[in-house]
């Protein structure tokens, strides 16, 4: 167990409505990740952030934005939601500044209808 | 254009057989490979990994085996079990001055072994 948590564990909501999804991890760890995963595409990086304030964008953050207040919480925000948008998103940590293991939450399933 | 493929998006293996998954890359700055196991309604796990000084890692019944010539990397699991019934996915990463770098992940190759 990595003590990570993401909320919700799922989430219908409509075009247009922001969505915010949080992670918390419970190890104080530096950097954290949200990954999204759809079909076809493995999973691939929206956003990271390795301490707090400081975040980078990754190979897909259109559409998405971050921040991260606190080490153990890193949030991820849909400014206005779209279709494309529906996915499972995962969040990560990385225990070593040297060895890229990440560990990743249950994830959360959205539905932009 | 991919950096890392899994060009087998699913295996069938027998129990008790060898499963062998593989996972070529394109980046020759890739110097840190993993792979990770997942179930439905689950995260990613991690499972093995290897760095690029060396050409096999072992871990019980999961060894990795890294090709760097060929830029081609294998997950054998011997003796293959239901249990290990899950999507595969290689990831590799390329560290920059000592830091580490970002994941980037295969397409996952699912793996159903039969009782």
């Known amino acids: 167990d990595a003590g990570i948590t993401q909320s919700p564990r799922h989430k219908v909501t409509e075009t247009g409505t922001p969505v915010t999804l949080r992670c918390h991890q419970t190890?104080?760890?530096?950097?954290m990740y949200w990954y999204r995963q759809d079909p076809g595409h493995g999973l691939r990086l929206i956003h990271y952030?390795?301490?707090?304030?400081?975040?980078d964008k990754g190979e897909v953050s259109d559409g998405y934005s971050v921040s991260r207040s606190k080490t153990e919480d890193f949030l991820l925000t849909l400014e206005s939601a779209t279709s494309s948008q529906t996915s499972v998103y995962f969040c990560?940590?990385?225990?070593?500044?040297?060895?890229?293991?990440?560990?990743f939450g249950a994830g959360t399933r959205l539905s932009v209808l | 254009d991919q950096q890392v493929k899994q060009n087998s998006p699913s295996l069938s293996v027998q129990e008790g057989r060898i499963s062998i998954l593989n996972c070529d890359y394109t980046?020759?700055?890739?110097?840190?490979f993993l792979w990770y196991k997942k179930y439905p309604a689950e995260g990613p796990t991690f499972l093995i990994s290897?760095?690029?000084?060396?050409d096999k890692n072992e871990d019980g019944r999961f060894t990795v085996f890294l090709n760097k010539s060929a830029k081609h990397l294998s997950l054998h699991i011997v003796p293959s079990q239901p249990g290990d019934s899950a999507v595969y996915f290689c990831?590799?990463?390329?560290?920059?001055?000592?830091?580490?770098?970002?994941?980037?992940f295969g397409k996952g190759t699912k793996l159903s072994v039969k009782p």
């Open positions: 990560a940590i990385s225990r070593s500044e040297t060895k890229n293991i990440q560990y």
């Open positions: 980046n020759s700055m890739f110097d840190y």
């Open positions: 190890e104080n760890h530096r950097y």
């Open positions: 290897i760095s690029s000084i060396k």
């Open positions: 952030s390795y301490g707090v304030k400081d975040t």
């Open positions: 990831a590799a990463s390329a560290r920059y001055g000592g830091s580490q770098g970002n994941l980037i």
